[in-house]
T-cell receptor, first 110, second 113 residues
Framework: GQNIDQPTEMTATEGAIVQINCTYQTSGFNGLFWYQQHAGEAPTFLSYNVLDGLEEKGRFSSFLSRSKGYSYLLLKELQMKDSASYLCAVGRGGYNKLIFGAGTRLAVHP | SQTIHQWPATLVQPVGSPLSLECTVEGTSNPNLYWYRQAAGRGLQLLFYSVGIGQISSEVPQNLSASRPQDRQFILSSKKLLLSDSGFYLC????????????FGNGTRLTVT
């Protein structure tokens, strides 16, 4: 079966760095995706990892270790607008089917 | 550029009534199309996906059905809604290649009363 775990909630201070972890167990692994979702809105794509290592995109970076079934999303220089849920999703099999974790709700405080 | 349209934005329907949610994609051809549902405080659950006209795959048994009458049109339906069908329904598309990200529509918030 598939199982994706991430913390339910996190808090951080404006200007700081926060790391959101995700562990997964799945068959037919086909990449790991991170999405941002503001309350009441649709998820928007942040990053994608299929090989081990770190991918950096501006203030956001994502890391993957396939052997450990582990990923993290690193957010630097936090801004108030980064308050949102962050969804970890695993590509399973073909046709870009994504299996999502329940999401981590991040609250950024002044 | 590609855009995805989903409507209506909100919907309140009584138990036992029918449902039809529509999604269209512009600016691409032969996309993969998906319907997800997000219950309050829970992750997105894949309901249906389609890789071409008339080709529908169901991920979970349920009270819903999907159809793809045209290349860029995806419809989610029900003949009789249940209370448990309430949720946030999201349509998404991706390019045909594996590992392409999904791009979501703005969603429909359905409340069954």
């Amino acid at each position: 079966g598939q199982n994706i775990d991430q913390p339910t909630e996190m808090t951080a201070t404006e200007g700081a760095i926060v790391q959101i972890n995700c562990t997964y167990q799945t068959s037919g692994f086909n990449g790991l995706f991170w999405y941002q979702q503001h309350a009441g809105e649709a998820p928007t794509f942040l990053s994608y990892n299929v090989l081990d290592g770190l991918e950096e995109k501006g203030r956001f970076s994502s890391f993957l270790s396939r052997s450990k079934g582990y990923s993290y999303l690193l957010l630097k220089e936090l801004q108030m607008k980064d308050s949102a849920s962050y969804l970890c999703a695993v590509g399973r099999g073909g046709y870009n089917k994504l299996i999502f974790g329940a999401g981590t709700r991040l609250a950024v405080h002044p | 550029s590609q855009t995805i349209h989903q409507w209506p934005a909100t919907l309140v329907q009584p138990v036992g009534s029918p449902l039809s949610l529509e999604c269209t994609v512009e600016g691409t051809s032969n996309p993969n199309l998906y319907w997800y549902r997000q219950a309050a405080g829970r992750g997105l659950q894949l309901l249906f996906y389609s890789v071409g006209i008339g080709q529908i795959s169901s991920e979970v048994p349920q009270n819903l059905s999907a159809s793809r009458p045209q290349d860029r049109q995806f419809i989610l339906s029900s003949k009789k809604l249940l209370l448990s069908d309430s949720g946030f329904y999201l349509c998404a598309w991706s390019q045909g290649q594996d590992n392409s990200p999904l791009h979501f529509g703005n969603g429909t918030r359905l409340t069954v009363t």
